[in-house]
């Protein structure tokens, strides 16, 4: 089996340290990190000329190798036209008579957690060498090899990517139904009426502290902050608790139907408790909220929480120029449109069926994930 160091069939080039006053609002685009793993994102601009160094054009393979581990890190193709380079990025140059662009970028991208383990810097935000990043083995078998396999792993990757992507477009989907069916809750065009949530609570309290010690490997299911995104529930990451038995937990145990908000940190995240997770237990940091179900569908309201209307509000509540945070006050006298119950349980039998179609999707993504995983490992020891 052939391992040859990354850095022996590369050369690895540096981008240029732009000055924010060096900023423009039209020229050539800078690449930063946020370019790369988001092509949403908005690029800074430079209307002079820089070293030939710092240029790249579509077709050159970059690498990433500062910032927040899982996301900022690795290899990508840069296909979008001439651009600058901006620093704590390399653009990889290669002999393509030696090595396989391709390959390489699947090669390198298998050793990612081998480089974050390797990069310096806190938990949050790291950052490797140019050296140890060269220092890193590779299995480099002959040409011909390195693009059957790039071949095969570019296949695996592209459903894999296909499956995200139908996911992404399934959310989209989700929040244009909204829209369509209540109007722009900012505005209210469809002139809905507006109550205080108070109007429609029936319960309203804020998860236990100081439950660490009530950890457990099994038990009691335990939602925190992290568990509780933008109108869904995240259940891959759950802790688990020996519930103590008394007032006090009987107080912050979740029933069918109730609506968890996040109250500190980042604030209008707000999920709606399925048959699931009843009877879980929650943090600190999320409220729950029990509503009159004949004036307020939990559903509809937990997407009316997540959208641009609630967290607005929950922005002109929040108090706190250094720690976000909201109180029980700020959450009963929040504005509210209430369209008829019957179009709110319309939307949830909506959501239902698209959610339905997002779980299948999940299970596809879970299976190409895997799929690639595997076929990497077997690529990299030379065994594919």
Partial sequence: ??????????????????????????????????????????????????????????????????????????????????????????????????????YLRHAINSKLTHIIDHAHGGVGLKHITKGKLEAVEIYLPKLAEQKRIAAILDKADSLRRKNQQAIQLADQFLRAVFLDMFGDPVTNPKGWDVRELDD????????????????????????????????????????????PVGAEANRTKTQIGDVLLSITADLGRAAVVTEEIAGSYINQHLALLRVKQDKLNPRYFAAYLSSEAGVTQFKAKNKSAVKAGLNFTDIRTLNILLPAIELQNKYEELYKKVTFSINFKQESLQFSESLFKSLSQKAFAGKL
């Fill in 200 to 243: 429609c609570l029936i319960f309203l309290t804020s998860g236990s502290r100081g439950w660490a010690k009530h950890y457990s490997s099994s038990g009691d299911k335990f939602i925190r902050i992290q568990n509780v995104s933008k109108n869904k529930l995240l259940l891959n990451d759950l802790a688990y608790v020996n519930a």
């Fill in 1 to 102: 089996m052939n391992l040859v160091s990354f850095g022996s069939v590369c050369d690895l080039q540096n981008g240029r340290a732009f000055k924010p006053s060096e900023w423009a609002e039209a020229g050539t685009p800078i690449v930063r990190i946020q370019n790369l793993n988001d092509e949403t994102k908005s690029f800074n601009y430079c209307n002079f000329e820089v070293e030939d160094r710092f240029h790249i054009q579509s077709g050159d393979l970059l690498f990433s190798w500062s910032g927040t581990p899982g996301t900022s890190f690795g290899a990508f193709f840069w296909n979008r036209g001439k651009a600058f380079l901006n620093q704590h990025i390399f653009r990889v140059d290669i002999d393509e008579n030696v090595v396989d662009k391709n």
